[in-house]
């Protein structure tokens, strides 16, 4: 069955089929080549050295340190009204209306269920972007329980019993921080235009509402306005922020904003960094450079690499995944831009073939549209 839709897709791809592949290779070409010339040495004595006084930086001392005040997180918006699972049922209303028009529409012949429903639910599981083998397997577990599904609400039901327990099996996130010394550092990575920067940003809000204090360090001094971007976060957010001049070292800005944090007492600190690079530098070997000079300056940090991944680039974000896992060693996952796709199905598919943590996911625009996975309610959502 899966070889007859893969047949029919490569011989007629429809238009959003062939912008997601396009988009997948834009976000491929971010992805670092094999091999790096020559990686810098890790920072140290006078590579840490301040930036002269004419440069446009903010370093970690206490006059050059941008602040905003604490008090301010009590100054940011409340959370959107509707609530936690309609604002989730909101954001994943494309994928909720191709999965469950369709499961209606397979029941129209009033046959029950047959081989032709069983194949035409396969080919919908892989276009929701489940993935096959997970697809496969969803159906093989209908096909054992068809003589008690009698309509398309018992259909639905029998899916999302066995998508709970597929995601059940993926490792949780560990929610409790309280072991890790303040401050708890966090190393962000993604490729470009997966929405890292505002990813952070609403990371750093959510934890200013709970009265933290955050320390933003702009690590990819690389990306043209990179650092403007998450100065107007950080001010919205009520965080500080670490930055340097355009095209320094990023590994000096993660020293620099380590020390800050030590400093000022912070109990986060998050670490933006580059998708990309416009040097012959590999963009994994600077990840790992920033890594060891995090880890030389306060022992036992990063403690949290959180890989940014977009889902409406389907497959390809596994890619992504793996690739950055290897390099990195991944400690968890944030799935952004779901309410922009009618393929959430891969947040199964990530669960499934990944085994790492899926701590947030994107449903909106908003500051609470990031919200902590919830496998139980993001499959009620769907259906």
Same mark, same amino acid.
């Given at each position: ?14 238009? $959003? /089929? ?92 009033? /046959?029950?269920?047959? &081989? ?33 599904? &009698? ?24 929610? &409790? ?42 690590? &990819? ?13 950080? /001010? ?127 449903? $909106? ?19």
């Amino acid at each position: 069955m899966a070889l007859k839709w893969f047949q029919r897709k490569r011989k007629d791809p429809g238009p $959003g /089929e062939e912008a997601d592949r396009n988009e997948g290779a834009a976000e491929g070409a971010d992805l670092p080549q094999p091999a790096a010339d020559d990686p810098p040495s890790d920072p140290g004595g006078d590579a840490l050295a301040r930036p002269s006084a004419t440069a446009s930086v903010a370093a970690p001392d206490a006059d050059t340190l941008e602040q905003v005040p604490r008090d301010t997180a009590a100054d940011l918006p409340a959370p959107a009204s509707g609530g936690f699972f309609n604002r989730l049922k909101r954001g994943l209303a494309k994928t909720r209306e191709i999965l469950t028009t369709d499961i209606e529409d397979l029941f129209q012949s009033g /046959e029950g269920v047959t &081989d032709e429903m069983l194949e035409e639910l396969e080919e919908l599981l892989i276009t929701a972007d489940l993935g096959v083998q997970t697809s496969l397997d969803l159906v093989a577990s209908i096909t054992k329980r068809a003589h008690k599904i &009698d309509g398309p609400r018992a259909l639905k039901e029998t899916i999302r019993d066995e998508l709970v327990a597929l995601l059940a099996q993926a490792p949780e996130a560990p929610t &409790d921080t309280t072991a890790v010394a303040a401050p708890r550092v966090v190393m962000v990575v993604g490729v470009n235009g997966v929405g890292k920067t505002t990813t952070i940003g609403k990371i750093a809000a959510k934890a200013t509402r709970k009265g933290e204090r955050v320390i933003i360090a702009a690590a &990819d001094t690389f990306r043209a306005a990179a650092a403007e971007q998450l100065n107007i976060w950080s /001010e919205r957010a009520g965080a500080q922020i670490v930055r340097h001049k355009d095209n320094a070292d990023p590994a000096a800005v993660a020293f620099d904003a380590v020390e800050a944090a030590i400093a000022r007492k912070a109990d986060l600190l998050l670490i933006d960094t580059a998708g990309r690079l416009h040097t012959k530098v590999n963009l994994m070997e600077e990840l790992k450079k920033i890594h060891r000079t995090v880890a030389k300056r306060m022992p036992g940090a990063p403690h949290e690499v959180l890989l940014i991944l977009d889902a409406t680039t389907g497959q390809n974000a596994l890619s992504q995944a793996k690739l950055f896992n290897e390099a990195m060693g991944v400690t968890g996952l944030a799935l952004t831009k779901l309410d922009g796709t009618a393929k959430g199905g891969i947040v199964v598919s990530i669960c499934g073939e990944l085994q790492l943590p899926l701590k947030y996911i994107g449903v $909106g625009e908003g500051i609470d549209d990031l919200q902590t996975f919830d496998p139980q309610a993001f499959v009620k959502a769907l259906f």
